[in-house]
Each structure stands twice: as C-alpha cells, then as structure tokens.
C-alpha cells in the first residue's frame, strides 16, 4: 500500500469549534477518520498529523524528503501565507506529489490569504469544499501516483 503523510498545521485542530460560518461544525478528527476511510478503499494508507508548531511540521515533511512517504497532502493553516522553511523543506522533496489543501475559499477571503509560498511547489491546490477538499485531495494524490508508476 502507498503512504500518504497529511499534515495539518496551526489551529486545525480546533475545527468544529472555530469560525463556524468560514469551516463548518465537522472537527478535525472527523476529517481524519473520512478520510481513512476513504483511503482504504483505494488502497492508500493515511498517516494523519497536525500541529500548531512550525518546526514539527518542517520535520515531518523531511520524512518524505528521506522517502517514508509516496505523497504528501498538506494544510498548513495560517503558515501558508508566512512560512518560507516550510516552501523550502517542500522544495527539497524528489519525485513525490504535494497537494496543497485548504476548506475554505483563500480567494474569497481576507487579501493576505490570497498569497500561498505553498503552491508554488505543490502538484495542485484543493481548496474551498469544506471537510471534503481532503477527499478531493485524496483522489488527486492517487491520480499522481498512478500517472507516475505507469
């Protein structure tokens, strides 16, 4: 089975409790396990983190640098638009699919979300469908790797 890291950064972990009206009621535990769930099904494992620390995610994007990992899925938070350690630990990683993922609308809101050091390094940006840009994310990553295995 494929490994997929998903990393989720600051304050996603308060989901379901925060900005009810910008990310809805579903929490990110239930992220998770829909997201596993769907996972199964196609064959890909999941491995599901986050943290509100900075360093943690940037030395868990080495694991897939050091190829623990054959894609990775990320939803950096607020750390999108300020972390350039985050874009350069991206930029080391070879031969891996990065999709970056976001469940609101970044364009619809305020104009210093607009600005992703992310994207530029992703495969693709999912963002805007609520709990199900992870499911979406999910199917894109298993499109890469397929196209990229032949």
């Known amino acids: 089975m494929k490994q997929i890291l998903v990393i989720n950064g600051p304050n996603l972990n308060l989901l379901g409790k925060r900005e009810l009206e910008i990310y809805g009621t579903t929490s990110l535990e239930e992220i998770e396990k829909k997201s596993k769930e769907f996972s199964k099904n196609i064959k890909l494992n999941i491995d599901f983190k986050q943290s509100n620390e900075e360093a943690k995610i940037i030395s868990w994007i080495h694991l897939c640098v050091?190829?623990?990992?054959?894609?990775?899925?990320?939803?950096?938070?607020?750390?999108?638009?300020?972390?350039?350690?985050?874009?350069?630990?991206?930029?080391?990683?070879?031969?891996?699919?990065?999709?970056?993922?976001?469940?609101?609308?970044?364009?619809?809101?305020?104009?210093?979300?607009?600005?992703?050091?992310?994207?530029?390094?992703?495969?693709?940006?999912?963002?805007?469908?609520?709990?199900?840009?992870?499911?979406?994310?999910?199917?894109?990553?298993?499109?890469?790797?397929?196209?990229?295995?032949?």
């Open 66 to 150: 050091d190829n623990k990992y054959d894609g990775l899925l990320i939803n950096a938070g607020a750390y999108t638009h300020t972390s350039i350690a985050i874009m350069d630990a991206l930029k080391a990683m070879k031969n891996i699919p990065i999709i970056e993922v976001h469940l609101s609308n970044i364009h619809q809101r305020e104009e210093f979300r607009k600005k992703s050091y992310i994207s530029g390094v992703a495969n693709g940006v999912i963002f805007g469908f609520g709990e199900y840009s992870y499911i979406l994310a999910i199917m894109a990553i298993e499109n890469l790797l397929k196209k990229n295995n032949g």
